[in-house]
């Protein structure tokens, strides 16, 4: 079973930065994709951002030019790195890996609010 452990969310003010990180059990290099999802209340669970095996990367156009996704194979942790946060990213952000299954991590809360 692989566990993925998120951390790195908070309370930031509109404008912060955070990073958030996402650690597997086993070596990320096995899974095909990884992802960041959120989930804001009372929304569907939404696609941030994407980054292949080979590094290629994709996000929501809602992240784009302020939020990064990397992954350090050798620490098997990608990262979230945002910047510019507005008050519509608060949100619970989940890590997703995807090779023959699909696993979840447990979620780590984003507020942002002044």
């Known amino acids: 079973q692989v566990q993925l452990v998120e951390s790195g969310g908070g309370l930031v003010q509109p404008g912060g930065s955070l990073r958030l990180s996402c650690t597997a059990s086993r070596s990320i290099f096995s899974f095909s994709a990884m992802r960041w999802y959120r989930q804001a209340p009372g929304k569907q669970r939404e696609l941030v951002a994407h980054?292949?095996?080979?590094?290629?990367?994709n996000y929501a156009d809602s992240v784009k030019g302020r939020f990064t996704i990397s992954r350090d194979n050798a620490k098997n942790t990608v990262y979230l790195q945002m910047n510019s946060l507005k008050p519509e990213d608060t949100a619970v952000y989940y890590c997703?890996?995807?090779?023959?299954?699909?696993?979840w991590g447990q979620g780590t809360q984003v507020t942002v609010s002044s």
């Open positions: 997703n890996a995807r090779s023959a299954l699909e696993y």
């Open positions: 980054i292949s095996n080979g590094g290629s990367t």
